[in-house]
């Protein structure tokens, strides 16, 4: 059973699920910190991803 969340291919980034900017707010050009993976519907794989090292408030929906 997995414990990652499950997403859409087409409502996710593809720079936020290679890790390339922060999965909660899209930057790129913050300093990023591993964050887990999450599965997409349809691919086996699983996908790491990454959140800004400096965190977001818990009222955007981030981890702070």
């Known amino acids: 059973m997995s414990t990652q969340p499950v997403v859409s ?3 996710v980034s593809i720079a936020r699920l ?3 900017a ?3 707010c ?6 990023l910190v ?12 699983t ?3 990454q ?3 400096a965190g977001h408030p818990a009222a955007a929906g981030g981890e702070s």
């Open 51 to 53: 959140r800004c090292a």
């Open 22 to 24: 922060c999965w909660d």
């Open 18 to 20: 290679h890790g390339e």
């Open 34 to 45: 591993p964050a887990g993976e999450v599965a997409v519907r349809g691919f086996e794989k």
């Open 26 to 31: 899209g930057a790129v050009s913050a300093d």
């Open 9 to 11: 291919a087409g409502d």
């Open 47 to 49: 996908w790491p991803i």
